[in-house]
């Protein structure tokens, strides 16, 4: 597939397209209305336009509800996407059962213009691995039904702990309320983590969540009398530029490390010094793109020290070096300065 399309620079907004089947969540498809129909440049135009179309002719889509909903686009809206996304259907027929598509699925699925960049959430994935786009990457989907999913479309690299998977064009999220990490994580990508991080604020939800979705399966219930890692948290972040020892982190809570360890994976999904880095790299990411600290600075005001633990750390993390990222929020950002100018 070809690289996916970039937001456009122009005055033309974004198109997303929201591909609405029958027996569709009703709160999976309200989510990249809201998180893509919140960010608006300087001149308060709105960076996105979303679009809900269905496989059919405009008319009725069945959800998983007591409720039906009207689509007004048909399946020529494909045609016109920059992004398309696909929610999860509890009616994908043989999509589900054999892997295969259904023919007016097929048909809609050919509109598709080289370039469009694909997502989906929960088991939307169903549709990107019956189409084909999958085979040979990465891909997640809900916990519960990973494994099935992988037997049905071995071709597909599945990692059932993560809440979303970016494979650059093709984009794929674990279960419901993930499809919120997924769609801000693409306004992070397109606008940068300010804008990103407004939308949160605005939708009431975290910008960022810890750990993955292995933290929701299903274990046994803590002791509600057990003391939480909230607090060490909360004082980890306001010394993020400090060095932080496990040890400190756990007097936060009066608990031995290995408590205090046991209990901060079960709470995030994934150890104290994982979630450390993960807070440094998002520290990072603000300042690269916020500011004009230079990148040593950067690196040691968000906690890495050098320049080249904090280039290590965001290669891993998002596959560009420090100056490269922040040459692309910049640029953006530069043109949207003159724009205004």
């Known amino acids: 597939m070809a690289a996916a399309t970039s937001p456009s620079a122009g005055s033309r907004p974004h198109r ?12 999976e498809l309200g989510i990249p ?34 409720f039906a909903i ?52 929960c088991t939307g994935v169903y549709v990107l691995a019956a189409a084909g786009l999958l085979d040979g990457r990465p891909a997640t989907t809900h916990w519960a039904d990973a494994d099935r999913f992988q037997r049905l479309f071995p071709q597909v690299e599945v990692d059932p702990d993560v809440l979303f998977i970016d494979d650059g064009d093709v984009l794929t ?23 990103a991080n407004e939308v949160a604020r605005r939708t009431v939800v975290p910008p960022h969540r810890d750990g993955g979705q292995a933290q929701y399966i299903a274990r046994p219930v803590p002791d509600p009398q057990q003391a939480s890692t909230t607090a060490a948290r909360a004082w980890a ?66 906690g890495f020290g050098t320049a080249q633990s904090m280039r290590q750390h965001l290669q891993a993390a998002l596959g560009v070096t420090p100056t490269a990222y922040r040459r692309t929020f910049r640029t953006g950002r530069d043109r949207a300065a003159a724009r205004r100018t």
């Open 237 to 302: 972040l306001g010394r993020l530029h400090e060095p932080i020892q496990l040890r400190d982190m756990a007097a936060q809570e009066a608990m031995s490390v290995r408590t205090f360890t046991r209990r901060f994976r079960e709470e995030t999904g994934v150890s104290p010094g994982q979630w450390l880095v993960q807070q440094r790299v998002e520290r990072a990411r603000h300042l690269l793109e916020s500011t004009d600290r230079s990148v040593d600075q950067v690196a040691r005001d968000a």
């Open 33 to 66: 209305h809201r998180i893509f129909g919140r960010p608006t440049d300087a001149r308060g135009r709105h960076l996105y336009e979303v679009v809900t179309c269905s496989v059919r002719p405009p008319g009725p889509v069945e959800t998983d509800a007591d």
């Open 70 to 121: 009207h689509v007004a686009h048909g399946p020529e809206a494909l045609a016109t996407a920059d992004t398309v996304i696909v929610p999860a259907s509890y009616e994908l027929g043989p999509v589900y059962t054999e892997g295969v598509l259904t023919g007016e699925l097929a048909a809609a699925l050919t509109r598709l213009r080289p370039g469009t960049r694909l997502a989906s959430i």
């Open 173 to 195: 999220s674990a279960g419901v309320a993930a499809g919120i990490d997924l769609c801000l994580h693409i306004v992070r990508r397109d606008h940068g983590a300010a804008v």
């Open 16 to 27: 997303v397209v929201v591909l609405a089947l029958d027996g569709l969540l009703p709160f």
